[in-house]
Protein backbone atom coordinates (compact mmCIF):
# COMPACT_ATOMS: atom_id res chain seq x y z
CA UNK A 1 0.00 0.00 0.00
CA UNK A 2 1.78 3.77 -0.90
CA UNK A 3 0.74 6.42 0.85
CA UNK A 4 -1.20 9.15 -0.91
CA UNK A 5 0.78 12.48 -0.78
CA UNK A 6 -0.93 16.06 -1.54
CA UNK A 7 1.81 18.83 -2.14
CA UNK A 8 0.30 22.44 -1.88
CA UNK A 9 3.09 24.83 -3.53
CA UNK A 10 4.53 22.17 -5.86
CA UNK A 11 6.11 24.73 -8.09
CA UNK A 12 8.36 26.64 -5.43
CA UNK A 13 11.12 25.74 -4.02
CA UNK A 14 10.14 23.25 -1.26
CA UNK A 15 7.54 21.50 -3.57
CA UNK A 16 10.19 20.51 -7.01
CA UNK A 17 12.52 19.36 -3.63
CA UNK A 18 9.51 17.35 -2.88
CA UNK A 19 8.61 15.77 -5.51
CA UNK A 20 12.48 14.88 -6.10
CA UNK A 21 11.90 12.85 -2.73
CA UNK A 22 8.76 11.73 -3.91
CA UNK A 23 10.23 10.40 -7.21
CA UNK A 24 12.94 8.27 -5.85
CA UNK A 25 10.42 6.47 -3.19
CA UNK A 26 7.67 5.50 -5.68
CA UNK A 27 7.29 2.02 -3.74
CA UNK A 28 6.11 4.22 -0.77
CA UNK A 29 3.99 7.10 -1.76
CA UNK A 30 2.05 8.10 -4.94
CA UNK A 31 0.83 11.52 -5.58
CA UNK A 32 -3.12 12.39 -5.90
CA UNK A 33 -3.00 16.15 -5.58
CA UNK A 34 -0.58 19.17 -6.79
CA UNK A 35 -1.48 23.50 -6.41
CA UNK A 36 0.72 25.82 -7.51
CA UNK A 37 0.17 29.73 -6.82
CA UNK A 38 0.60 30.62 -10.41
CA UNK A 39 3.06 28.38 -12.75
CA UNK A 40 0.90 26.57 -15.06
CA UNK A 41 3.12 26.04 -17.11
CA UNK A 42 5.35 23.53 -14.80
CA UNK A 43 2.29 23.06 -12.63
CA UNK A 44 1.05 21.41 -15.77
CA UNK A 45 4.13 18.96 -16.39
CA UNK A 46 4.45 18.24 -13.04
CA UNK A 47 0.72 16.59 -13.28
CA UNK A 48 1.88 14.95 -16.15
CA UNK A 49 4.91 13.38 -14.71
CA UNK A 50 3.01 12.14 -11.27
CA UNK A 51 -0.07 11.10 -12.72
CA UNK A 52 -1.90 13.33 -9.70
CA UNK A 53 -5.59 13.21 -9.77
CA UNK A 54 -6.43 16.44 -8.58
CA UNK A 55 -4.53 19.73 -10.00
CA UNK A 56 -5.47 23.55 -8.85
CA UNK A 57 -4.26 26.92 -9.63
CA UNK A 58 -4.54 29.30 -7.35
CA UNK A 59 -4.36 31.84 -9.79
CA UNK A 60 -3.68 32.51 -13.17
CA UNK A 61 -4.27 30.85 -16.32
CA UNK A 62 -5.23 27.42 -16.45
CA UNK A 63 -5.44 26.74 -20.52
CA UNK A 64 -1.37 26.02 -20.38
CA UNK A 65 -2.57 22.57 -18.46
CA UNK A 66 -6.04 21.80 -20.34
CA UNK A 67 -3.67 21.96 -23.64
CA UNK A 68 -2.01 19.43 -22.66
CA UNK A 69 -4.94 17.48 -21.44
CA UNK A 70 -4.91 18.03 -17.35
CA UNK A 71 -8.08 18.93 -15.64
CA UNK A 72 -7.19 22.40 -13.36
CA UNK A 73 -9.59 23.05 -10.41
CA UNK A 74 -8.59 26.97 -10.40
CA UNK A 75 -9.13 29.68 -7.44
CA UNK A 76 -7.77 29.67 -4.13
CA UNK A 77 -10.28 27.02 -2.71
CA UNK A 78 -8.35 24.40 -4.71
CA UNK A 79 -5.88 24.41 -1.65
CA UNK A 80 -8.93 23.09 0.63
CA UNK A 81 -9.86 20.46 -1.96
CA UNK A 82 -6.58 19.60 -2.36
CA UNK A 83 -5.37 19.22 1.55
CA UNK A 84 -8.68 17.46 2.11
CA UNK A 85 -8.49 15.43 -0.68
CA UNK A 86 -10.10 11.52 0.33
CA UNK A 87 -6.86 9.83 -0.80
CA UNK A 88 -4.05 12.29 0.79
CA UNK A 89 -3.25 10.94 3.93
CA UNK A 90 -0.22 13.30 3.94
CA UNK A 91 -0.73 16.91 2.99
CA UNK A 92 2.96 18.61 2.74
CA UNK A 93 1.83 22.71 3.02
CA UNK A 94 4.38 24.05 1.14
CA UNK A 95 2.75 27.25 0.51
CA UNK A 96 4.09 31.00 0.77
CA UNK A 97 2.73 32.29 3.36
CA UNK A 98 -0.72 33.36 5.04
CA UNK A 99 -2.26 31.80 2.40
CA UNK A 100 -1.24 28.16 3.65
CA UNK A 101 -3.32 28.54 7.24
CA UNK A 102 -6.98 27.38 6.10
CA UNK A 103 -5.65 24.09 4.17
CA UNK A 104 -3.78 23.56 7.04
CA UNK A 105 -6.72 23.60 9.43
CA UNK A 106 -8.73 21.69 6.69
CA UNK A 107 -6.33 19.13 6.03
CA UNK A 108 -5.73 18.54 10.20
CA UNK A 109 -9.49 18.28 10.75
CA UNK A 110 -9.26 16.18 8.33
CA UNK A 111 -7.10 13.59 10.10
CA UNK A 112 -4.04 14.33 7.49
CA UNK A 113 -0.60 14.69 8.43
CA UNK A 114 0.58 18.24 7.41
CA UNK A 115 4.16 18.08 6.78
CA UNK A 116 4.26 21.86 7.41
CA UNK A 117 6.85 23.84 5.31
CA UNK A 118 4.45 26.82 5.76
CA UNK A 119 5.73 28.37 8.99
CA UNK A 120 3.71 31.23 8.59
CA UNK A 121 0.36 28.47 9.60
CA UNK A 122 1.74 28.15 13.53
CA UNK A 123 3.01 31.61 13.52
CA UNK A 124 -0.63 33.58 13.10
CA UNK A 125 -3.04 30.74 14.50
CA UNK A 126 -0.92 28.48 16.41
CA UNK A 127 -3.06 27.28 19.31
CA UNK A 128 -6.15 27.18 16.49
CA UNK A 129 -4.08 24.62 14.59
CA UNK A 130 -3.36 23.13 17.54
CA UNK A 131 -7.25 22.47 18.50
CA UNK A 132 -7.80 21.46 14.71
CA UNK A 133 -5.19 18.63 15.09
CA UNK A 134 -6.36 17.42 18.22
CA UNK A 135 -10.18 17.13 17.26
CA UNK A 136 -9.84 15.93 13.72
CA UNK A 137 -6.81 13.81 14.91
CA UNK A 138 -4.24 15.10 12.24
CA UNK A 139 -0.94 15.95 13.02
CA UNK A 140 1.78 18.65 12.07
CA UNK A 141 5.22 17.22 11.13
CA UNK A 142 7.79 20.26 10.83
CA UNK A 143 9.69 20.28 7.09
CA UNK A 144 11.60 23.19 8.20
CA UNK A 145 15.06 22.17 8.56
CA UNK A 146 15.95 23.14 12.50
CA UNK A 147 12.32 22.26 13.64
CA UNK A 148 12.85 18.17 11.81
CA UNK A 149 16.15 18.42 13.68
CA UNK A 150 14.68 18.47 16.91
CA UNK A 151 11.49 16.27 16.17
CA UNK A 152 14.70 14.00 15.29
CA UNK A 153 16.17 14.55 18.78
CA UNK A 154 13.22 14.30 20.86
CA UNK A 155 12.00 10.81 19.36
CA UNK A 156 11.43 8.25 22.40
CA UNK A 157 11.09 11.37 25.39
CA UNK A 158 8.35 13.07 26.66
CA UNK A 159 8.18 16.90 26.82
CA UNK A 160 9.02 17.46 30.23
CA UNK A 161 12.31 15.48 29.84
CA UNK A 162 13.20 18.52 27.32
CA UNK A 163 14.87 21.81 28.80
CA UNK A 164 15.67 24.31 26.25
CA UNK A 165 16.47 24.46 22.08
CA UNK A 166 18.93 26.51 20.78
CA UNK A 167 17.98 26.78 17.16
CA UNK A 168 20.74 27.45 14.61
CA UNK A 169 20.95 30.76 12.03
CA UNK A 170 23.27 31.06 9.02
CA UNK A 171 23.16 34.85 9.59
CA UNK A 172 22.29 35.40 6.53
CA UNK A 173 23.86 37.46 3.70
CA UNK A 174 24.57 40.06 6.05
CA UNK A 175 25.61 38.52 8.98
CA UNK A 176 29.18 40.70 8.66
CA UNK A 177 28.21 43.75 7.21
CA UNK A 178 28.11 46.93 9.38
CA UNK A 179 25.27 48.14 10.44
CA UNK A 180 25.71 51.42 8.22
CA UNK A 181 26.09 49.60 4.87
CA UNK A 182 22.79 47.42 6.19
CA UNK A 183 20.51 50.64 5.44
CA UNK A 184 21.64 50.35 1.86
CA UNK A 185 21.55 46.67 0.86
CA UNK A 186 19.44 45.48 -1.83
CA UNK A 187 17.49 43.18 -3.04
CA UNK A 188 19.97 41.36 -5.30
CA UNK A 189 22.17 41.75 -2.03
CA UNK A 190 19.77 40.15 -0.13
CA UNK A 191 18.59 37.30 -2.41
CA UNK A 192 22.28 35.77 -2.40
CA UNK A 193 21.75 33.35 0.58
CA UNK A 194 25.37 31.56 1.61
CA UNK A 195 24.26 28.57 2.66
CA UNK A 196 20.61 27.69 1.52
CA UNK A 197 18.61 28.16 -2.38
CA UNK A 198 15.41 29.32 -1.61
CA UNK A 199 12.11 31.13 -2.93
CA UNK A 200 12.46 35.03 -2.07
CA UNK A 201 10.21 35.72 0.34
CA UNK A 202 12.06 33.53 2.89
CA UNK A 203 15.69 34.63 1.35
CA UNK A 204 14.60 38.03 2.34
CA UNK A 205 13.15 36.96 5.73
CA UNK A 206 16.47 35.06 6.19
CA UNK A 207 18.47 38.03 5.48
CA UNK A 208 16.43 40.19 8.20
CA UNK A 209 16.64 37.32 10.42
CA UNK A 210 12.58 37.72 10.42
CA UNK A 211 12.84 34.21 9.40
CA UNK A 212 14.37 33.17 12.86
CA UNK A 213 11.72 35.14 14.61
CA UNK A 214 9.16 33.02 12.87
CA UNK A 215 11.16 29.94 13.73
CA UNK A 216 11.29 30.45 17.42
CA UNK A 217 7.43 31.14 17.49
CA UNK A 218 7.43 28.09 15.49
CA UNK A 219 8.91 25.90 17.86
CA UNK A 220 7.12 26.93 21.11
CA UNK A 221 4.17 25.62 19.51
CA UNK A 222 5.52 22.27 17.95
CA UNK A 223 7.58 21.27 21.03
CA UNK A 224 5.57 23.01 23.82
CA UNK A 225 8.42 25.16 25.64
CA UNK A 226 7.95 28.63 26.84
CA UNK A 227 9.91 31.46 24.95
CA UNK A 228 12.65 31.63 27.64
CA UNK A 229 13.63 28.09 26.61
CA UNK A 230 13.84 28.68 22.78
CA UNK A 231 17.48 30.39 21.70
CA UNK A 232 19.12 31.24 18.61
CA UNK A 233 22.60 31.08 17.89
CA UNK A 234 24.38 31.90 14.43
CA UNK A 235 26.17 29.37 13.11
CA UNK A 236 27.40 30.09 9.57
CA UNK A 237 28.15 27.13 7.81
CA UNK A 238 24.47 25.07 8.49
CA UNK A 239 26.23 22.08 9.37
CA UNK A 240 24.37 21.80 12.93
CA UNK A 241 20.45 22.13 12.40
CA UNK A 242 19.61 22.28 15.91
CA UNK A 243 20.62 21.59 19.48
CA UNK A 244 18.48 20.17 21.77
CA UNK A 245 19.35 19.83 25.47
CA UNK A 246 17.42 17.71 28.69
CA UNK A 247 17.22 18.42 31.50
CA UNK A 248 20.03 16.17 32.77
CA UNK A 249 22.07 18.68 30.94
CA UNK A 250 22.57 16.07 28.12
CA UNK A 251 22.42 18.28 24.53
CA UNK A 252 21.67 16.28 21.22
CA UNK A 253 22.30 17.86 17.49
CA UNK A 254 21.21 16.80 14.28
CA UNK A 255 23.86 17.43 12.16
CA UNK A 256 24.42 17.09 8.22
CA UNK A 257 24.91 19.36 4.96
CA UNK A 258 22.21 21.60 3.79
CA UNK A 259 19.45 20.02 1.95
CA UNK A 260 15.91 20.36 2.32
CA UNK A 261 14.94 16.71 1.08
CA UNK A 262 15.96 14.96 4.14
CA UNK A 263 13.74 17.25 6.14
CA UNK A 264 11.35 16.45 3.60
CA UNK A 265 11.71 12.71 4.00
CA UNK A 266 11.62 12.59 7.76
CA UNK A 267 8.50 14.52 7.74
CA UNK A 268 6.67 11.85 5.32
CA UNK A 269 8.59 8.94 7.20
CA UNK A 270 9.04 9.76 10.99
CA UNK A 271 9.69 8.56 12.92
CA UNK A 272 10.69 5.87 10.65
CA UNK A 273 13.70 6.34 8.61
CA UNK A 274 14.02 4.55 5.48
CA UNK A 275 17.37 4.74 2.90
CA UNK A 276 17.43 7.52 0.28
CA UNK A 277 19.23 6.86 -2.78
CA UNK A 278 19.66 10.58 -2.59
CA UNK A 279 21.80 11.23 0.64
CA UNK A 280 25.19 12.97 0.50
CA UNK A 281 26.76 11.15 2.97
CA UNK A 282 28.52 13.09 6.03
CA UNK A 283 32.05 13.92 6.20
CA UNK A 284 33.18 15.84 8.88
CA UNK A 285 36.47 17.06 7.23
CA UNK A 286 34.70 18.55 4.33
CA UNK A 287 32.03 19.96 6.43
CA UNK A 288 35.23 22.07 8.03
CA UNK A 289 35.40 24.02 10.87
CA UNK A 290 32.21 25.07 12.83
CA UNK A 291 31.71 28.19 14.49
CA UNK A 292 28.91 29.91 16.02
CA UNK A 293 28.38 33.61 17.41
CA UNK A 294 25.66 35.79 18.92
CA UNK A 295 22.84 37.13 16.65
CA UNK A 296 23.66 41.06 15.93
CA UNK A 297 19.69 42.11 17.55
CA UNK A 298 20.30 45.68 17.44
CA UNK A 299 21.51 45.46 13.74
CA UNK A 300 18.68 42.76 12.56
CA UNK A 301 15.52 44.25 14.34
CA UNK A 302 13.36 42.31 12.77
CA UNK A 303 14.39 39.33 14.68
CA UNK A 304 13.19 41.07 18.58
CA UNK A 305 10.34 42.37 17.08
CA UNK A 306 8.66 39.12 16.48
CA UNK A 307 9.93 36.90 19.10
CA UNK A 308 8.25 39.86 21.21
CA UNK A 309 5.25 39.18 19.06
CA UNK A 310 5.29 35.72 19.74
CA UNK A 311 5.63 36.73 23.65
CA UNK A 312 2.51 38.98 23.81
CA UNK A 313 0.44 35.87 21.87
CA UNK A 314 -3.40 36.84 20.64
CA UNK A 315 -3.32 38.37 17.61
CA UNK A 316 0.29 40.08 17.59
CA UNK A 317 2.29 37.12 15.70
CA UNK A 318 -0.64 37.61 13.10
CA UNK A 319 0.12 41.15 12.63
CA UNK A 320 3.83 40.70 12.58
CA UNK A 321 3.83 38.10 10.00
CA UNK A 322 1.26 39.74 7.85
CA UNK A 323 3.68 43.44 8.38
CA UNK A 324 6.65 41.39 7.34
CA UNK A 325 5.00 40.20 3.94
CA UNK A 326 4.15 43.68 3.12
CA UNK A 327 7.66 44.77 4.22
CA UNK A 328 9.49 41.95 2.22
CA UNK A 329 7.30 42.82 -1.04
CA UNK A 330 7.65 46.31 -0.92
CA UNK A 331 11.32 45.74 -0.33
CA UNK A 332 11.70 43.52 -3.48
CA UNK A 333 9.86 46.12 -5.45
CA UNK A 334 12.35 48.78 -4.32
CA UNK A 335 9.37 50.76 -2.11
CA UNK A 336 11.70 50.75 0.54
CA UNK A 337 14.47 50.00 2.09
CA UNK A 338 16.47 47.22 3.53
CA UNK A 339 16.28 48.58 7.43
CA UNK A 340 12.56 50.19 6.16
CA UNK A 341 11.44 46.75 6.84
CA UNK A 342 12.10 46.55 10.40
CA UNK A 343 11.11 50.11 11.07
CA UNK A 344 7.53 48.63 8.89
CA UNK A 345 7.12 45.64 10.63
CA UNK A 346 7.44 47.83 14.36
CA UNK A 347 5.15 50.74 13.05
CA UNK A 348 2.64 48.19 12.28
CA UNK A 349 2.70 46.46 15.77
CA UNK A 350 3.19 49.50 17.71
CA UNK A 351 -0.42 50.41 16.07
CA UNK A 352 -2.05 46.84 16.85
CA UNK A 353 -4.33 46.55 19.43
CA UNK A 354 -3.66 42.40 20.63
CA UNK A 355 -7.01 40.71 20.81
CA UNK A 356 -7.51 36.97 22.00
CA UNK A 357 -7.08 34.51 18.95
CA UNK A 358 -9.73 32.40 19.55
CA UNK A 359 -10.79 32.18 16.11
CA UNK A 360 -9.98 32.35 12.20
CA UNK A 361 -12.17 35.60 11.70
CA UNK A 362 -10.39 37.34 14.50
CA UNK A 363 -6.79 36.06 13.19
CA UNK A 364 -7.95 37.47 9.32
CA UNK A 365 -9.04 40.16 10.73
CA UNK A 366 -5.88 40.94 12.06
CA UNK A 367 -3.76 39.60 8.52
CA UNK A 368 -6.15 42.21 6.88
CA UNK A 369 -5.63 44.92 8.77
CA UNK A 370 -1.90 44.66 9.25
CA UNK A 371 -1.84 44.45 5.59
CA UNK A 372 -3.98 47.63 4.67
CA UNK A 373 -1.63 49.60 7.55
CA UNK A 374 1.72 48.50 6.20
CA UNK A 375 0.83 49.67 2.81
CA UNK A 376 -0.09 52.73 4.22
CA UNK A 377 3.02 53.12 5.58
CA UNK A 378 4.89 52.05 2.45
CA UNK A 379 2.86 54.70 0.24
CA UNK A 380 3.65 57.19 2.82
CA UNK A 381 7.15 56.68 2.45
MG1 LIG B 1 14.59 26.93 8.72
Known amino acids: MTAGIAVLGSTGS ?31 EQAAATGASYVGLVDGSREACEHAGTRVAAGPECLIEAATHPEADVVVNAVVGAAGLEAT ?51 GHEPPELRRLILTASGGPFREWEAERLHHATSEEALRHPTWEMGPKITVDSATLANKALEVIEAHYLFGLGYDAIEVVVHPQSIVHAFTEFVDGSVLAQVGFPTMELPILYALTHPQRVADAGTRWFDPVAAGPLTFEPLREPDFPAFRLGVNAGRAGGTAPAVYNAANEVAVQAFLAGRISFSGIGELIDNVLENHDVQPANDLTTVLAADRWARERGEVLCSSR
Open 14 to 44: IGTSTLRVLERHRERFRVVALTAHGAAGLLC
Open 105 to 155: LAALRAGKRVALANKETLVMAGDLVLAAAAHGGGEIVPVDSEHSAVLQCVA
